[in-house]
């Protein structure tokens, strides 16, 4: 963080809420979308109404890029207009996620357009909110848990684009499309605020284990730092990540490992170990 940032919180509430927005490609290739699955689009009052009692102000929500951008550089704001009418009547905060696991169906991490593409949808994201918005604190995620999509897309198989000894370069792919999102999304908006969520692990070899378990381990626990490493730009540089590509930083779970001291260094290509080594 900058030694001038402000310590104040930009947050409604110390505690948040969040609802499941993802829009992925599961791994049988079909097509999974969490808002109106789980209800929460259905019973927006309804949830907003009961965060508010429990004093949480501040909620995590999703736009869905598949199903915002269905034809490329064409936007369809009708179902975020929806929410966005909520947490006004709901006095709401809302922190949005532009991507978060799933991507139009002519996408990949691997295309060679995906930043390009995002980069577009953030812009054309601002210029949509600012139009109604235009005094509000905005908060966005661009990308959610690289790490762990990075794992599941190009290690397992799980979701697009489905493939193995990959996650290395769809993280690449990924962090590429980040950086690029958030230098459109200050371009657009200099004083929007940047919080990067990603998961955070701890890989141990198990009890007796021999030198080569024990390295491996250690190496998939250093792992998880790498995307975070490249907004930075401590890792990757070539892709344009800075010290001050994100001010805000949060993990899905609680520890104070940050990986910071890594200094800085090139890419080291796709025999590199890549994400987090234990299951999603």
Same mark, same amino acid.
């Given at each position: 963080? %900058?030694?001038?940032?402000?310590?104040?919180?930009? +947050?409604?509430?110390?505690?948040?809420?969040? #609802?499941?927005?993802?829009?992925?490609?599961?791994? +049988?290739?079909?097509?999974?979308? #969490?808002?109106?699955?789980?209800?929460? $689009?259905? =019973?927006?009052?309804? @949830?907003?109404?009961?965060?508010?009692?429990?004093?949480?102000?501040?909620?995590?929500?999703?736009?869905?890029?598949?199903?915002?951008? &269905?034809?490329?550089? /064409?936007?369809?704001?009708?179902?975020?207009?929806?929410?966005?009418?909520?947490?006004?009547?709901?006095?709401?905060?809302?922190?949005?996620?532009?991507?978060? +696991?799933?991507?139009?169906? @002519? =996408?990949? !991490?691997?295309? !060679?357009?995906?930043?390009?593409?995002?980069?577009?949808?953030?812009?054309?994201?601002?210029?949509?909110?600012?139009?109604?918005?235009?005094?509000?604190?905005?908060?966005?995620?661009?990308?959610?848990?690289?790490? #762990?999509?990075?794992? $599941?897309?190009?290690?397992?198989?799980?979701?697009?684009?489905?493939?193995?000894?990959?996650?290395?370069?769809?993280?690449?792919?990924?962090?590429?499309?980040?950086?690029?999102?958030?230098?459109?999304?200050?371009?657009?908006?200099?004083?929007?605020?940047? =919080?990067?969520?990603?998961?955070?692990? &701890?890989?141990? %070899?198990?009890?007796?284990?021999?030198?080569?378990?024990?390295?491996?381990?250690?190496?998939?626990?250093?792992?998880?730092?790498?995307?975070? @490493?490249? $907004?930075?730009? &401590?890792?990757? !540089? /070539?892709?344009?990540?800075? %010290?001050?590509?994100?001010?805000?930083?949060? *993990?899905?779970?609680?520890?104070?490992? *940050?990986?910071?001291?890594?200094?800085?260094? !090139?890419? %080291?290509?796709?025999?590199?170990?890549?994400?987090?080594?234990?299951?999603?």
């Amino acid at each position: 963080m %900058p030694a001038n940032a402000t310590t104040e919180s930009p +947050f409604a509430s110390f505690w948040m809420a969040g #609802f499941e927005c993802t829009d992925q490609l599961n791994a +049988f290739g079909h097509r999974v979308d #969490f808002l109106p699955l789980t209800g929460h $689009l259905e =019973l927006l009052d309804q @949830d907003y109404r009961a965060i508010g009692q429990h004093e949480l102000h501040t909620v995590r929500e999703g736009i869905r890029w598949s199903q915002v951008e &269905r034809r490329p550089y /064409e936007y369809d704001w009708t179902t975020v207009q929806v929410l966005l009418d909520a947490g006004r009547r709901h006095s709401i905060q809302q922190v949005w996620d532009l991507c978060h +696991f799933g991507y139009p169906d @002519d =996408l990949t !991490p691997l295309h !060679p357009l995906f930043a390009r593409r995002f980069a577009a949808l953030c812009r054309a994201f601002v210029e949509f909110y600012r139009q109604q918005r235009p005094d509000d604190v905005l908060i966005v995620t661009p990308i959610n848990e690289v790490s #762990f999509m990075s794992w $599941l897309g190009g290690d397992v198989r799980g979701t697009s684009p489905y493939a193995q000894g990959q996650g290395w370069e769809v993280k690449r792919g990924m962090m590429r499309a980040y950086i690029e999102g958030v230098a459109a999304l200050r371009e657009a908006d200099p004083g929007i605020r940047i =919080l990067t969520t990603e998961p955070l692990v &701890r890989v141990v %070899p198990r009890p007796g284990a021999g030198p080569t378990e024990v390295r491996r381990a250690r190496e998939a626990d250093r792992s998880q730092f790498q995307s975070v @490493d490249m $907004l930075a730009g &401590r890792l990757c !540089p /070539e892709l344009g990540g800075g %010290p001050n590509t994100s001010i805000c930083w949060a *993990s899905t779970t609680t520890s104070t490992t *940050s990986g910071s001291s890594n200094p800085t260094r !090139p890419c %080291p290509g796709p025999t590199s170990t890549t994400t987090r080594a234990s299951g999603p």
